[in-house]
């Protein structure tokens, strides 16, 4: 997982800043430091568009396009539990109980459409797409 | 013909003094009574307490106790579930059996099962039969739900059992939801649904309770279930047949028929009424003096010698 994470920033980040980008991706993967240069931006810059939050039963962003190998966070902002559950069958992923203010995470490494939904409310449905 | 449920007047054939008896605590509870003809009649309710007769039978429904939420507008679930338990025990005649239409837990954990069997054990009705929500089974498939009240019971939880001449079928909307989808009861549970009414005369009282509304009230917050139209067709050739659900934290009735429907009151927290608010989640800002006004229970009573079943809701506060 994380040497994938570490692929994508490698090929995302110029030659010279590889080292250190792959290095403080690895280590930070949710940082949201923004306090060095070109490649750290351009991991904070990541970092937000991996995470989708339910707020309101509804998942936000409804589609959210990442690079493979991304790892996606779901935050649960409401005060009853959702699920980020894969609408196919067998489903990919399933985060089972995602409680108030907890998170879950799923590393997306095969470009495809994932639709999911929340197996508690299934009308809350989304998908992530990754390229 | 379908339509809404409004107040009516007139000579319904209802003998009060059979069908009041379960409402002691009333005070802003509306009466449903229920003919063999379809016809239905609502009342508002006084305080008063008749005496009831004998033949007479009394059962209650409670619904979505979500023991385990834990926030606003109500920090006690718990509490609120024992209050309405202690409400149906302080009554003459105690409900004689308790249907719990699901959600007793928040989060399917075992310590929130545990509670819901305390709890229900300090009632005094002789038993409890329940039929799970979504919240009972989405973390584990229903594993620990089942272990506890799936036994004797079909697929993922269905049954059905017969008491004073009442025929009481409890059926599993919850399980395998799909995305986008309403609740669901599936292909199997229909065809044990047909097994199961084989036989039965047209004049058998019928009560069906599930989770999920088993008719259309507001889809897009996924309140309704997707093939409940399979169940009642096979239901409406009966004269009587009440369908008691829970799942939208608040009360709604409906008749198409003979066919008349019902949902109750949490026990925990209230929900907006559909499209009312930006999502179907608890509604927050209840002043504590108020919330009990907004959680309740249902109990029904059915005269035998009528062939009538009257529904009635009261608030815990």
């Known amino acids: 997982m994380l040497r994938l994470i570490c692929k994508f920033l490698i090929a995302g980040v110029a030659v010279t800043a590889l080292i250190v980008g792959a290095l403080s991706g690895c280590s930070e993967r949710h940082s949201d430091s923004t306090t060095t240069a070109p490649a750290t931006d351009?991991?904070?810059?990541?970092?937000?568009?991996?995470?989708?939050?339910?707020?309101?039963?509804?998942?936000?962003?409804?589609?959210?396009?990442?690079?493979?190998?991304?790892?996606?966070t779901w935050l649960n902002r409401d005060d009853v539990p959702h699920t980020a559950t894969s609408?196919?069958?067998?489903?990919?992923?399933?985060?089972?109980?995602?409680?108030?203010?907890?998170k879950f995470s799923y590393v997306f490494t095969q470009p495809g459409t994932y639709p999911y939904f929340c197996a508690v409310h299934p009308h809350m449905t989304a998908k992530i797409v990754v390229k | 013909m379908t339509r809404k449920i409004v107040e009516q007047a007139g000579d319904d054939g209802i003998d009060r003094r059979g069908f009041l008896q379960c409402m002691a605590w009333v005070g802003t509870?509306?009466?449903?009574s229920i003919g063999s003809g379809g016809i239905l009649t609502s009342r508002a309710l006084g305080a008063e307490q008749k005496e009831q007769q004998a033949g007479d039978f009394c059962f209650a429904q409670i619904s979505d106790s979500h023991i385990g939420f834990s926030k606003e507008p109500n920090?006690?679930?718990?509490?609120t579930l024992q209050l309405a338990i202690d409400r149906m025990n302080q009554l003459k005649a105690p409900p004689q059996l308790i249907l719990h239409t699901g959600d007793l837990t928040h989060l399917s954990k075992p310590a929130e099962f545990d509670t819901v069997d305390q709890i229900l054990k300090t009632a005094k009705a002789g038993q409890t039969f329940y039929v799970p929500g979504e919240h009972d089974v989405f973390t584990d498939d229903g594993k620990a739900y089942l272990e506890r009240h799936g036994k004797g019971a079909k697929g993922g939880g269905w049954y059905s059992f017969d008491h004073r001449g009442i025929h009481f079928i409890g059926l599993v909307n919850v399980m395998n939801l799909k995305s986008g989808g309403l609740g669901v009861l599936g292909r199997d549970q229909?065809?044990?649904?047909?097994?199961?009414?084989?036989?039965?005369?047209?004049?058998?009282?019928i009560v069906v309770f599930a989770h999920v509304p088993l008719?259309?009230?507001?889809?897009?917050?996924?309140?309704?279930?997707?093939?409940?139209?399979?169940?009642?067709?096979?239901?409406?050739?009966?004269?009587?047949?009440?369908?008691?659900n829970g799942h939208i934290h608040q009360v709604m009735q409906k008749v198409e028929g003979n066919v008349t429907f019902h949902t109750a009151r949490s026990t925990a927290f209230p929900q907006p009424e559909p499209g009312k608010a930006d999502s179907p989640g608890p509604i927050k800002n209840v002043p504590a003096e108020k919330l009990k006004t907004m959680l309740g229970l249902t109990s029904v009573n059915y005269t035998e010698r009528a062939g009538m079943l009257a529904v009635v809701d009261s608030t815990l506060g």
Do not use: M
């Open chain 1, 42 to 72: 351009a991991i904070a810059t990541r970092s937000a568009q991996q995470q989708v939050t339910i707020d309101n039963f509804a998942f936000d962003p409804q589609v959210l396009t990442v690079p493979a190998g991304t790892k996606v």
């Open chain 1, 87 to 102: 609408s196919d069958s067998p489903p990919k992923f399933n985060s089972k109980a995602i409680d108030t203010d907890e």
């Open chain 2, 29 to 32: 509870a509306v009466v449903w």
């Open chain 2, 75 to 79: 920090k006690d679930v718990t509490g």
């Open chain 2, 190 to 205: 229909l065809e044990w649904l047909e097994d199961d009414l084989k036989g039965r005369g047209n004049s058998t009282p």
């Open chain 2, 215 to 244: 008719w259309t009230v507001y889809p897009k917050w996924g309140w309704g279930t997707e093939d409940s139209e399979q169940a009642l067709s096979q239901l409406r050739r009966f004269g009587s047949v009440t369908v008691l």
